[in-house]
């Protein structure tokens, strides 16, 4: 199946600060980028959705403010968590999808965010 | 609105034996229905789908599911189960339009695989 990278695979940082997640789709063109954050044997909760060229859309109670999604270009998608607080350590996913309903999407391998 | 239920949050099964992993969904029209497995610490892997055609679909690693629509039944299966395939699985359906003719995965909770050797 196709490739999704997703760097970096973890990252620690200090409250206050900002970390950046980037999500590339190595062999195929992501018309569009979801981004899930996945709690201790918890579920896949989606956050946002977004297309390339358009602004993200987010799911209800996501900050959007918070979490800075960009989708430049059909291969590279961004999430910036702003001002991290220790609640928002957390798995976070990143997935591409090219087609339509009867395609499967592709998941990167998850960034482990640790905020202390 | 669509759904989709794994009523079991672990399944224990031993090495060998046949393992089974539940699904059933909810949706307004025609199913699109999706496996993947997860690893501790990775992203999901994508097993098998079903969109039409034939009930019995086969998927990676030896995976199978059955689609019955009668019972809106999607459950995952394996004639012989490996230590290796002890992961979290989760079933999705694809239903809800995101824009720029993609779709978004509403997931199941997920059910723990535990083969034993």
């Known amino acids: 199946g196709a490739v999704v990278s997703q760097h970096p695979s973890w990252v620690i940082c200090k409250s206050g600060t900002s970390v950046k997640i980037e999500c590339r789709s190595l062999?195929?063109?992501?018309?569009?980028m979801f981004w899930y954050r996945q709690f201790p044997k918890q579920s896949l909760m989606l956050m946002a959705t977004?297309?390339?060229?358009?602004?993200?859309?987010?799911e209800q109670g996501v900050e959007k403010d918070k979490f800075l999604i960009n989708h430049a270009s059909l291969t590279l998608s961004t999430l910036t968590v702003t001002s991290a607080h220790p609640e928002d350590s957390s798995f976070y996913i990143c997935?591409?999808?090219?087609?339509?309903?009867?395609?499967?999407?592709?998941f990167g391998q998850g960034t482990r965010l640790t905020v202390v | 609105a669509q759904s989709v239920a794994q009523p079991e949050d672990q399944v224990n099964v031993a090495e060998g034996n046949p393992l089974t992993v539940k699904c059933t969904y909810s949706?307004?029209?025609?199913?699109?229905l999706f496996w993947y497995v997860q690893y501790p610490n990775r992203g999901l892997q994508f097993l098998l789908k079903y969109i039409t055609g034939d009930n019995l679909v086969k998927g990676s690693y030896g995976f199978e599911a059955e689609f019955n629509k009668s019972q809106t039944s999607f459950h995952l299966k394996k004639p012989s189960a490996l230590v290796s395939d002890s992961a979290l699985y989760f079933c999705a359906v694809r239903d809800v339009y995101s824009g720029a003719g993609s779709y978004q995965l509403t997931f199941g909770k997920g059910t723990k695989l535990s083969v034993i050797p």
């Open positions: 977004s297309n390339e060229g358009s602004k993200a859309t987010y």
């Open positions: 062999d195929f063109q992501a018309t569009t």
């Open positions: 949706v307004s029209g025609n199913p699109y």
């Open positions: 997935s591409g999808s090219q087609g339509g309903r009867d395609t499967e999407a592709f």
